[in-house]
C-alpha cells in the first residue's frame, strides 16, 4: 500500500460514504472516470477488490471495510494535526464537525450561526442523525462534538447539559382539550398518541412520564419524524408530545396548542456531548465553551409558549 496518496484515500472515503460514484464524484468536484480509475490504482495497490457491484448497488467487500477503517483513521490524524497547527494561529482556523440530533436542528443552527460569525475562518461540518447514528458517531470516534437532549448512560462519554428542553403535550387548537384548563394526567388515557419511533430519545422520555402517571401511552400512529407529527397533530390526527424548542413557530401562530397539563411542560436539558478520550480541537473547544457560556445564558428555562401557560395558570 505504499504507492496509496491521501488523495486517493479522500476518494475512497467518499466512494465508501456515498457507495455512489457520481455523488463521490459531486463532492469532490471531478468527473466520474476520474474517481473510477483512482479506485482502480487503490485496488490495484490493495491487491484484492475494495469494491463490489450487485445490481445497480455497490458494496464494500472486507479487504475495503478494513481499509475504510484505516483510511478514516489517518484522515482524522491529519485533520488533528491541520487543527493544531491551526491552533498557533488563534481559533478562527480549522473545521467544527459537529452532529445534531433531529430534535435540535429547530434551534440549534442560529447558535452555530453566531458562534461562526465569531469566528469567520472556521469551517462548519453539520450533520442530523437520529439516535443511534449519533450514538455511533460518536463511539467510532467520527465527530468532534454532538447535540442530543438525552445522553445514555454507560458509555465512555461526556455529556454536558447547557440549555433546558422543555417537553409537553401539543394539539390542534381545536382539539377538545385545547380550552381546558389544569388538565390531570388521567384525563389522556383515551387520547390517541402520535409517538416516536422506539429508539427516539423522545419517546422514551414520554413513556417514561407516562409510566410514572401508571399510564401507558396509547399510540395512534408511529411516526419517525418530529416535523410530520406537528403536521398529523395540526389537522386533528392525534396528540403530540414534543421538545418546544420544534413547536415554537407553531405555538407563535397558533396553528398548535400547547395543553395545560397538570405537571407540564416536563423540563429537561439539552446537552453538548463527546467522546471521554476525544482530543477536541481548538475549535471544538472554543464552542463547547461558547455554548456552556453565552447559549446556556441565551436560552431560559421557559420560552414564550411557557411563559403564556403560566399567565393562563395564574388567571
Excluded at 4 to 15: G, N, Y
Excluded at 92 to 101: A, C, F, M, S, Y
Aim: aromatic share 6%; charged share 25%.
Amino acid at each position: 500500500m505504499k504507492r496509496v496518496t491521501l488523495r486517493q484515500l479522500r476518494i475512497f472515503d467518499a466512494v465508501a460514504h456515498h457507495l455512489n460514484f457520481s455523488r463521490a464524484a459531486e463532492e469532490l468536484h471531478l468527473t466520474q472516470p476520474a474517481v473510477s480509475m483512482q479506485i482502480k490504482q487503490i485496488e490495484l495497490a490493495a491487491g484484492q477488490p475494495l469494491l463490489e457491484q450487485l445490481g445497480k448497488k455497490i458494496f464494500l467487500t472486507e479487504a475495503g471495510r478494513a481499509l475504510l477503517r484505516h483510511a478514516q483513521a489517518i484522515l482524522r490524524e491529519l485533520e488533528e494535526a491541520q487543527q493544531s497547527l491551526a491552533a498557533l494561529q488563534g481559533v478562527n482556523q480549522g473545521t467544527l464537525d459537529i452532529t445534531l440530533i433531529s430534535t435540535a436542528k429547530y434551534f440549534a443552527p442560529r447558535f452555530l450561526t453566531q458562534f461562526c460569525d465569531l469566528y469567520p475562518g472556521v469551517r462548519l461540518k453539520l450533520a442530523v442523525n437520529n439516535r443511534a447514528q449519533l450514538l455511533q458517531r460518536l463511539l467510532d470516534n467520527e465527530i468532534d462534538l454532538a447535540i442530543m437532549g438525552h445522553p445514555p448512560h454507560g458509555l465512555d462519554i461526556v455529556a454536558e447539559a447547557f440549555a433546558p428542553n422543555p417537553h409537553a403535550i401539543i394539539a390542534s387548537p381545536n382539539h377538545p382539550l385545547a380550552k381546558r384548563r389544569r388538565i390531570p394526567f388521567r384525563a389522556l388515557c383515551n387520547e390517541n398518541f402520535l409517538v416516536r419511533e422506539p429508539g427516539s430519545g423522545t419517546r422514551m422520555l414520554m413513556e417514561r412520564v407516562f409510566r410514572d402517571h401508571g399510564m401507558s401511552v396509547s399510540a395512534s400512529m408511529e411516526i419517525s419524524s418530529d416535523e410530520t407529527i406537528k403536521q398529523a397533530a395540526m389537522v386533528g390526527m392525534g396528540l403530540g408530545f414534543l421538545s418546544l424548542h420544534t413547536v415554537e413557530l407553531e405555538l407563535q401562530t397558533r396553528r398548535l396548542v400547547m395543553l395545560d397539563v397538570i405537571g407540564t411542560p416536563i423540563m429537561r436539558k439539552w446537552y453538548i456531548v463527546h467522546g471521554k478520550n476525544k482530543r477536541l480541537s481548538p475549535v471544538a473547544r472554543a464552542f463547547r465553551e461558547f455554548l456552556l457560556t453565552r447559549v446556556a445564558a441565551a436560552l431560559s428555562p421557559t420560552d414564550a409558549a411557557t411563559a403564556a401557560q403560566e399567565k393562563k395558570r395564574r388567571r
